[in-house]
């Protein structure tokens, strides 16, 4: 059932879970995703990245592929379609192939373009009935080489950019994208806390969901945190789950060359790690 992710954010503040976003890359991971959340009775996000668009060929390529998967695979959980880290350019391009939600990264804009901008999609998207995401100070990770320890955002800026009508808000709590340094400080707890007095009933997004330890993640989501996004996790476990594959050699065995037997480990080690992060999430069995 495809939906904006408005409802199922305001029922996960309500009932102190989190939905997760996982990021969709090719039909494998979105047929993963799917069939995870459909047997853990859990609504979710599948993330989409504007590169990993371009590799699908376009959005309209996802957005059809995803109506289709529903459909064929039965479907009922709440599923939504979410532009991750989305341009204004690339917002458009969604809204247009039909995409239920979008989430616009004006954090790279001074703050008065960023608030003029959000209000602009707000509008259209309120038109369309889709949710949308937005976000303030910027969240860190590796980028030409350098690794950022991840800023907070400043929770004045937070409640601005809230109180302009968002169904969603990303902010900075020092996390990052992709791997954690050793040498990482963990999340800011104090910043949550604050921006969560500020922006009251507001859906929270945690970007950089993946080597962020449990008990944080359980902390993060009694202070407001709905949305949780992973991406390198699944890949990871992809891409080990192909390499014992190959490495046992069972690429050589009868047609174990065919990709359908080729990416099956990999295919299945996203499915457990979905459901493993829908269980640590708390939304199994919250689909209504």
Avoid at 247 to 271: C, N, Q, S, W
Wanted: charged share 25%.
């Amino acid at each position: 059932m495809m939906v904006s992710a408005k409802e199922m954010l305001q029922k996960a503040v309500a009932g102190h879970y989190a939905v997760g976003q996982f990021n969709i890359n090719n039909l494998e991971w979105t047929k993963a995703i799917l069939q995870a959340a459909q047997e853990s009775n859990s609504p979710v996000i599948l993330g989409v990245s504007e590169g990993a668009g371009k590799y699908m060929t376009g959005f309209k390529t996802v957005e059809n592929m995803v109506e289709a998967m529903v459909e064929e695979m039965g479907i009922t959980v709440p599923v939504a379609t979410h532009l991750d880290h989305g341009s204004y350019e690339g917002c458009m391009k969604c809204i247009d192939a039909g995409f239920t939600s979008i989430m616009f990264d004006g954090s790279k804009y001074p703050i008065e373009e960023n608030v003029a901008k959000t209000k602009e999609l707000i509008a259209i998207c309120e038109e369309k009935g889709m949710s949308l995401e937005a976000e303030v100070g910027s969240i860190g990770g590796e980028e030409d080489g350098v690794i950022g320890q991840g800023e907070c955002a400043d929770p004045q800026e937070c409640k601005m950019i809230a109180d302009l009508g968002v169904d969603m808000l990303a902010a900075g709590i020092g996390n990052i994208h992709g791997k954690y340094p050793e040498n990482w400080a963990g999340l800011s707890f104090e910043t949550l806390d604050a921006i969560q007095k500020l922006t009251g009933d507001m859906p929270l997004v945690l970007h950089g969901g993946t080597g962020i330890p449990d008990d944080m993640i359980k902390k993060a989501i009694d202070l407001g945190v709905a949305k949780i996004n992973v991406n390198t996790e699944c890949q990871l476990v992809f891409a080990e789950a192909t390499r014992k594959y190959i490495e046992a050699g069972k690429d050589l065995e009868g047609k174990g060359f065919d990709p359908r037997k080729l990416l099956k480990p990999g295919f299945e080690a996203i499915v457990e790690k979905v459901k493993e992060k829908m269980e640590l999430f708390g939304s199994v069995g919250k689909a209504e």
